[in-house]
Protein backbone atom coordinates (compact mmCIF):
# COMPACT_ATOMS: atom_id res chain seq x y z
CA UNK A 1 0.00 0.00 0.00
CA UNK A 2 0.85 3.58 -0.27
CA UNK A 3 2.56 4.99 2.82
CA UNK A 4 2.00 8.43 3.30
CA UNK A 5 3.63 8.73 6.66
CA UNK A 6 7.04 9.67 5.93
CA UNK A 7 9.38 9.43 2.98
CA UNK A 8 9.94 6.01 0.92
CA UNK A 9 11.69 7.27 -2.31
CA UNK A 10 14.07 10.37 -3.02
CA UNK A 11 13.08 12.10 -6.38
CA UNK A 12 15.54 14.58 -6.83
CA UNK A 13 15.09 17.05 -9.29
CA UNK A 14 16.36 16.54 -12.60
CA UNK A 15 17.77 19.06 -15.42
CA UNK A 16 19.19 18.46 -18.71
CA UNK A 17 20.72 21.01 -21.10
CA UNK A 18 20.04 20.78 -25.17
CA UNK A 19 19.64 22.25 -28.18
CA UNK A 20 15.89 23.02 -29.14
CA UNK A 21 16.00 21.17 -32.54
CA UNK A 22 13.43 18.73 -33.63
CA UNK A 23 15.49 15.47 -34.00
CA UNK A 24 15.99 16.13 -30.07
CA UNK A 25 12.33 15.89 -29.26
CA UNK A 26 12.41 11.65 -29.74
CA UNK A 27 15.71 11.32 -27.35
CA UNK A 28 14.34 13.26 -24.31
CA UNK A 29 11.02 11.99 -24.50
CA UNK A 30 12.63 8.01 -24.07
CA UNK A 31 15.31 9.74 -21.67
CA UNK A 32 11.88 11.41 -19.55
CA UNK A 33 10.14 8.02 -19.70
CA UNK A 34 13.16 6.17 -18.57
CA UNK A 35 13.48 8.52 -15.75
CA UNK A 36 10.09 8.24 -14.56
CA UNK A 37 10.15 4.85 -14.38
CA UNK A 38 12.96 4.74 -12.22
CA UNK A 39 11.24 7.27 -9.89
CA UNK A 40 8.30 4.65 -10.06
CA UNK A 41 5.92 6.94 -11.99
CA UNK A 42 5.31 5.48 -15.15
CA UNK A 43 1.78 6.19 -14.93
CA UNK A 44 2.13 9.76 -16.23
CA UNK A 45 4.67 9.15 -18.40
CA UNK A 46 1.99 9.55 -21.48
CA UNK A 47 1.45 12.89 -20.44
CA UNK A 48 4.91 14.15 -19.80
CA UNK A 49 6.12 13.19 -23.18
CA UNK A 50 2.88 15.20 -24.63
CA UNK A 51 4.55 18.06 -22.35
CA UNK A 52 8.09 17.70 -23.16
CA UNK A 53 7.23 17.75 -27.39
CA UNK A 54 4.70 21.00 -27.27
CA UNK A 55 7.72 22.58 -24.55
CA UNK A 56 10.44 22.11 -26.72
CA UNK A 57 8.17 22.83 -30.17
CA UNK A 58 7.01 26.06 -28.49
CA UNK A 59 10.74 26.80 -28.26
CA UNK A 60 11.48 25.88 -31.65
CA UNK A 61 8.37 27.76 -33.07
CA UNK A 62 8.92 30.79 -31.26
CA UNK A 63 12.54 31.25 -30.20
CA UNK A 64 14.02 29.28 -32.80
CA UNK A 65 15.98 25.88 -33.44
CA UNK A 66 19.02 25.22 -31.84
CA UNK A 67 18.38 28.03 -28.97
CA UNK A 68 19.93 26.54 -25.59
CA UNK A 69 17.12 24.72 -23.49
CA UNK A 70 17.39 23.17 -20.28
CA UNK A 71 14.55 20.34 -19.72
CA UNK A 72 13.64 20.50 -15.69
CA UNK A 73 11.61 17.67 -14.42
CA UNK A 74 11.51 17.54 -9.96
CA UNK A 75 8.36 17.20 -7.39
CA UNK A 76 6.20 19.70 -7.00
CA UNK A 77 4.06 18.23 -3.55
CA UNK A 78 2.60 15.20 -5.13
CA UNK A 79 2.68 16.76 -8.66
CA UNK A 80 5.01 15.76 -11.29
CA UNK A 81 6.58 19.11 -12.69
CA UNK A 82 7.68 19.16 -16.60
CA UNK A 83 9.36 22.24 -16.95
CA UNK A 84 11.87 24.07 -19.98
CA UNK A 85 13.82 26.80 -19.58
CA UNK A 86 15.13 28.90 -22.57
CA UNK A 87 16.98 32.10 -22.73
CA UNK A 88 14.39 34.41 -24.35
CA UNK A 89 12.15 36.41 -21.63
CA UNK A 90 10.42 38.10 -24.08
CA UNK A 91 8.76 35.59 -26.33
CA UNK A 92 5.81 34.51 -24.00
CA UNK A 93 3.49 31.53 -24.69
CA UNK A 94 -0.07 32.31 -24.97
CA UNK A 95 -3.30 29.67 -25.33
CA UNK A 96 -4.60 30.54 -28.38
CA UNK A 97 -7.39 29.15 -30.21
CA UNK A 98 -6.68 26.72 -33.29
CA UNK A 99 -9.53 25.89 -35.67
CA UNK A 100 -9.39 22.39 -36.73
CA UNK A 101 -7.24 22.66 -40.23
CA UNK A 102 -4.36 25.03 -38.45
CA UNK A 103 -1.29 23.62 -38.17
CA UNK A 104 -0.15 25.72 -34.91
CA UNK A 105 -1.79 27.09 -31.94
CA UNK A 106 -2.55 23.78 -30.77
CA UNK A 107 1.22 23.45 -28.30
CA UNK A 108 -0.25 24.92 -25.33
CA UNK A 109 -3.72 23.64 -25.60
CA UNK A 110 -2.38 20.17 -25.48
CA UNK A 111 -0.30 21.46 -21.97
CA UNK A 112 -3.52 22.33 -20.72
CA UNK A 113 -5.38 19.16 -21.70
CA UNK A 114 -3.04 16.72 -20.10
CA UNK A 115 -1.91 19.12 -16.88
CA UNK A 116 -3.47 20.13 -14.01
CA UNK A 117 -2.16 23.58 -14.43
CA UNK A 118 0.64 25.16 -16.53
CA UNK A 119 2.48 28.89 -16.16
CA UNK A 120 5.35 30.48 -17.00
CA UNK A 121 8.30 32.05 -14.40
CA UNK A 122 10.31 34.63 -15.92
CA UNK A 123 13.86 35.53 -14.66
CA UNK A 124 16.02 38.49 -15.94
CA UNK A 125 17.28 36.67 -18.92
CA UNK A 126 15.08 33.49 -19.36
CA UNK A 127 12.64 31.92 -18.45
CA UNK A 128 10.69 28.76 -17.63
CA UNK A 129 7.37 27.18 -18.50
CA UNK A 130 6.14 24.73 -16.83
CA UNK A 131 3.33 21.87 -16.49
CA UNK A 132 1.91 20.04 -13.16
CA UNK A 133 0.34 16.58 -13.63
CA UNK A 134 -1.59 14.58 -11.04
CA UNK A 135 -0.25 11.62 -9.85
CA UNK A 136 -1.22 8.75 -7.77
CA UNK A 137 0.73 9.59 -4.73
CA UNK A 138 -0.38 10.44 -1.81
CA UNK A 139 3.19 12.14 -0.02
CA UNK A 140 5.95 13.57 -2.63
CA UNK A 141 8.37 10.38 -1.11
CA UNK A 142 5.66 7.58 -1.22
CA UNK A 143 5.29 5.09 -3.96
CA UNK A 144 2.20 3.95 -6.16
CA UNK A 145 0.37 1.32 -5.14
CA UNK A 146 2.06 -1.82 -7.16
CA UNK A 147 1.55 -5.19 -6.32
CA UNK A 148 5.49 -6.37 -7.21
CA UNK A 149 6.51 -3.82 -4.70
CA UNK A 150 4.58 -4.96 -1.59
CA UNK A 151 5.55 -8.55 -2.82
CA UNK A 152 9.24 -7.62 -3.03
CA UNK A 153 8.72 -5.20 0.56
CA UNK A 154 7.18 -8.88 2.13
CA UNK A 155 10.24 -11.01 1.12
CA UNK A 156 13.20 -7.84 2.47
CA UNK A 157 11.55 -8.17 5.77
CA UNK A 158 11.49 -11.99 5.77
CA UNK A 159 15.25 -11.97 4.42
CA UNK A 160 16.26 -9.73 6.77
CA UNK A 161 14.62 -11.36 10.12
CA UNK A 162 11.14 -11.22 9.79
CA UNK A 163 9.76 -9.45 12.90
CA UNK A 164 12.45 -7.48 13.81
CA UNK A 165 13.01 -5.90 10.26
CA UNK A 166 9.41 -4.93 10.15
CA UNK A 167 10.03 -3.02 13.23
CA UNK A 168 12.15 -0.85 11.32
CA UNK A 169 9.34 0.75 9.68
CA UNK A 170 8.42 2.64 6.23
CA UNK A 171 9.75 5.73 6.72
CA UNK A 172 13.47 6.91 5.16
CA UNK A 173 15.10 4.95 7.64
CA UNK A 174 13.41 2.05 6.98
CA UNK A 175 13.93 2.64 3.08
CA UNK A 176 17.73 2.80 3.63
CA UNK A 177 17.95 -0.11 5.66
CA UNK A 178 15.73 -2.47 3.15
CA UNK A 179 17.65 -0.57 0.09
CA UNK A 180 20.66 -2.47 1.99
CA UNK A 181 18.65 -5.55 2.33
CA UNK A 182 17.70 -5.77 -1.10
CA UNK A 183 21.26 -5.60 -2.50
CA UNK A 184 22.68 -8.04 -0.30
CA UNK A 185 18.99 -10.20 -1.05
CA UNK A 186 20.50 -9.56 -4.65
CA UNK A 187 23.95 -11.07 -4.38
CA UNK A 188 22.82 -13.96 -2.48
CA UNK A 189 20.81 -14.88 -5.49
CA UNK A 190 23.32 -14.80 -7.75
CA UNK A 191 25.51 -17.13 -5.65
CA UNK A 192 22.71 -19.64 -5.36
CA UNK A 193 22.23 -19.56 -9.75
CA UNK A 194 26.13 -19.79 -9.81
CA UNK A 195 26.40 -22.90 -7.11
CA UNK A 196 23.28 -24.51 -9.60
CA UNK A 197 25.39 -23.88 -12.51
CA UNK A 198 23.60 -20.65 -14.05
CA UNK A 199 25.57 -17.71 -15.33
CA UNK A 200 24.77 -14.97 -12.91
CA UNK A 201 25.53 -12.28 -15.72
CA UNK A 202 23.13 -13.19 -18.02
CA UNK A 203 20.50 -13.76 -15.14
CA UNK A 204 21.22 -9.86 -14.33
CA UNK A 205 20.78 -9.19 -17.89
CA UNK A 206 17.40 -10.50 -18.20
CA UNK A 207 16.14 -9.51 -15.03
CA UNK A 208 16.95 -5.93 -16.35
CA UNK A 209 15.23 -6.82 -19.49
CA UNK A 210 11.92 -7.52 -17.07
CA UNK A 211 12.41 -4.55 -15.53
CA UNK A 212 12.29 -2.17 -18.16
CA UNK A 213 9.44 -3.74 -20.06
CA UNK A 214 7.38 -3.61 -17.13
Request: aromatic share 6%; proline share 5%; charged share 25%.
Amino acid sequence: MVDGSGDCMTRKPWELPFLAEPEEVAGLRRLLRLHLRLWGLSDVADAAEVCVSELVTNVIRHVGAGTPSTLVVEMNGTYLRVALRDPDARALPALLSAGPDEESGRGLAMLEAVSERWGVILGAESKLVWCDLATPLMSPGGHIDDPRVVKSEACLTLYAGGAAAGNIGRGRVGVVFRKEVAIDLIGDLLHWLRAHGYDPVDALERAQLHFEAS
